[in-house]
């Protein structure tokens, strides 16, 4: 049996889990699943990653030890963990002994080999992010390039692990391999880290204490990144006793990360690896952020969505499709309780819900909930059955690519195509007319292997609720397979069905929206006030300067302005813009009223093609930043500049 080895980021348990910790860790419990449902072995690994300064100050700032701290917040992670149905294999805490005693082991054997030495170290320190930057490094405001917080000198006698020996083979991993997924980063790591030299890493630390105390030189505790990365291996047994698999599932098949970890697992890791001679890992899968209000839901700027109350409402796996349908592997998602309601009603409670509702139903009204064995095929069936059986193969290319989005988005697909198949068989209509009896069983039979296959596939999802959808559709437990997903007629002709309850109830939005508001908002509050740790949105691809020339950008006078009827979000602004005029629709009216607008000039953006928003017509678009509460803040140029006036 081949085996597969996944793993999550061990998390800080510096403050409770929230909805993004959830989308790493309900993702890689989906691979697992899906893994384990495929016939591989596997091993799916998370943990806590439970050393360094901060948690150290924030024991003293709670007035308890560092290990009473942690063991408080590993139990809300592990709570979390079981009510979102996580199905991990081991669970790490980097205070257990035996990875203690094996980083211990591996940081002198670094040290043997030549690869770490002891030095000085000069360099800017950022406290909450726990990492010493170059100067190089710090971002334009010369603040951290993780978390743009200042950043403070410091100099201590450190030990060094040497990066250079390992450069043309990390830069060959990432650009000749399909390593880091997407592949789209590696230019940024090169250009970043590369190119201008990897630099020495400063891994001993002796400001503090709470971490793990280098054996031959004990005023040094071993830098928290290092005693990290290394609990991949360890977990399995490496260096240690505790557990015996290592050889079994090691390298890791998927590591999965967020970007903002992205540089030590694809440059720092693979560096300790080279130098202890182990097999590298073979896939980084890098995702985003989950944002709230534009900025990444962290702990530290207190944005956080805690994914309890959440679940409390919705369900748990409600929650879990949501995240998963709309993270794209590379790209950030933006939270909204607005998109996540409308998500879980449109696809599970009007889409997969009712399919399941309406074929039982019918099911039992027509035949008394057992179809007769009589079939007569029809228009529409083979389009409905090639599409359910060649569902499996689209599925596994994107478990295989770690697009969870888009193994989702073809799932439900065949969903769509099966209520649509309701209404082009008309099932209503036959169950009226005696001699169609066969006909309609067929329908419905059809319709019961799709919602067998798909729910098939959809429990490694979503494993709460799809076992009521096989009791309802009346499938066996030897009908749930993978095996079985990739063919039609597994179940009897015979089946008997079992009306249930609504599987996904329909929210009702507005209320719903309210309440969450008042919830979620209170939180959103917090941020506000931490907007030093504004997050600016990603950088664009690269482009050259003749696609920049083709935007053209100028200098405009509002001469009017009104909100636009029927629209809480728009106005329509009348400008001067140095060629006679033009109609702009803007959607700013949540933060500007029309008077904070007439006679400012403002920027537009003066060659976008017309569109009509709202029914009203807009030649262009203003030119606005994006604020740290969430707001967007209209660009007012110079007000001497003339209208018309070009920007280059
Ligand atoms: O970095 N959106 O731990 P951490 C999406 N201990 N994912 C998010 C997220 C968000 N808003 N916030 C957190 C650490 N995550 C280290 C890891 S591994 C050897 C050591 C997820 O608690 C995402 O997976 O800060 C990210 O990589 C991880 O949590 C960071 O968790």
């Known amino acids: 049996m081949s085996k597969f080895y996944i793993t999550t980021p061990i998390y800080y348990p510096s403050g409770n889990p929230h909805i993004g910790h959830c989308y790493t860790t309900v993702a890689c419990d989906s691979i697992a699943r899906y893994k384990r449902m495929q016939g591989y072995d596997v091993m799916f690994l998370t943990g806590t990653d ?18 009473q701290y942690v063991d408080d917040i590993v139990k809300v992670f592990k709570s979390l963990w079981s009510y979102m149905n996580i199905s991990y294999d081991r669970y790490i805490r980097t205070t257990d002994d035996f990875h203690v005693q094996a980083v211990q082991k591996i940081f002198k054997e670094l040290y043997d080999r030549g690869y770490i030495y002891k030095g000085e170290y000069k360099g800017k320190y950022c406290t909450p992010c726990e990492s010493f930057w170059t100067q190089s490094q710090l971002d334009e405001n010369g603040c951290c390039p993780e978390c743009h917080r200042e950043v403070k000198e410091a100099s201590e006698e450190a030990y060094f692990f040497k990066m250079s020996p390992f450069a043309d083979r990390i830069e060959k991993l990432l650009t000749e391999t399909d390593y880091l997924q997407p592949k789209t980063r590696a230019t940024e790591l090169i250009n970043n880290f590369i190119k201008p030299g990897l630099e020495d ?3 001993s630390r002796t400001s503090f204490t709470w971490g793990i105390p280098v054996t031959f030189d004990p005023k040094h505790v071993v830098y928290v990144w290092v005693d990290a ?24 098949d998927v590591h999965m990360v967020a970007k903002d970890i992205m540089r030590f697992h694809a440059i720092i890791w693979p560096a300790m690896l080279m130098a202890m001679d182990l097999p590298l890992p073979k896939h980084l899968a890098v995702h985003g952020w989950i944002t709230f209000n534009g900025q990444k839901m962290s702990k530290s700027l207190g944005n956080v969505v805690d994914p309890f109350i ?19 592997l590379g790209a950030d998602s933006s939270f909204s309780n607005e998109i996540m309601i409308n998500r879980i009603n449109s696809d599970l409670a009007n889409g997969l819900g009712n399919l399941v509702s309406r074929t039982v139903a019918m099911a039992a009204k027509y035949f008394g909930g057992t179809l007769p064995e009589e079939r007569e095929a029809g228009e529409f069936d083979d389009e409905l059955i090639a599409e359910a059986t060649a569902l499996r193969g689209k599925v596994d290319a994107f478990i295989d690519q770690t697009q969870i989005n888009n193994a989702l988005a073809e799932i439900f697909k065949v969903v769509s195509r099966a209520n649509k198949y309701i209404d082009e068989t008309t099932p209503w209509i036959l169950g009226k007319d005696e001699s169609k009896k066969a006909r309609l069983a067929t329908v419905l039979y059809n319709l019961l292997e799709t919602i067998r296959i798909v729910s098939t596939l959809l429990s490694c999802f979503m494993p709460t609720t799809m076992p009521k959808v096989w009791e309802q559709i009346g499938a066996q437990e030897s009908d749930i397979s993978y095996e079985n997903a990739g063919k039609f007629g597994v179940m009897p002709a015979n089946v008997t069905v079992h009306k249930g309850d609504i599987i996904f109830p329909r929210i009702d939005v507005e209320k719903e929206i309210d309440e969450l508001n008042k919830i979620i908002g209170g939180q959103s509050g917090e941020a506000e006030k931490a907007d030093d740790g504004f997050e600016p949105a990603e950088l664009g691809e690269e482009i050259t ?8 950008l100028r200098v405009a006078l509002v001469k009017a302005c009104e ?15 140095g060629f006679g005029g033009r109609q702009v629709v803007s959607g700013i009216a949540q933060w500007y009223k029309p008077e904070d607008l007439i006679g400012k000039k403002v920027i537009i953006v003066a060659n976008l093609k017309p569109v009509k928003l709202c029914g009203v017509e807009s030649n262009g678009m203003i030119c606005a930043a994006d604020a740290p509460d969430g707001s967007a803040k209209v660009i007012f140029p110079d007000q001497d500049l003339p209208c018309g006036s070009k920007i280059r």
């Open 310 to 328: 959440l679940g409390e409402r919705y369900g748990a796996d409600a929650i879990r499709y949501h995240i998963l349908r709309e993270m794209a």
């Open 545 to 552: 300067i003749d696609d920049f020339a083709k935007s053209d």
């Open 201 to 203: 890493l400063c891994v």
């Open 229 to 252: 990365l290394f609990n991949y291996c360890t977990a399995l047994g490496y260096m240690n006793e505790a557990h015996d698999d290592f050889a079994k599932f090691w390298p890791a």
């Open 50 to 67: 439970e050393h360094g300064q901060k948690i150290e100050e924030k024991a003293k700032e709670k007035g308890v030890t560092p290990q």
């Open 563 to 577: 909100k636009v009827k029927k629209s809480k979000k728009l106005l329509c602004l009348q400008l001067d813009d």
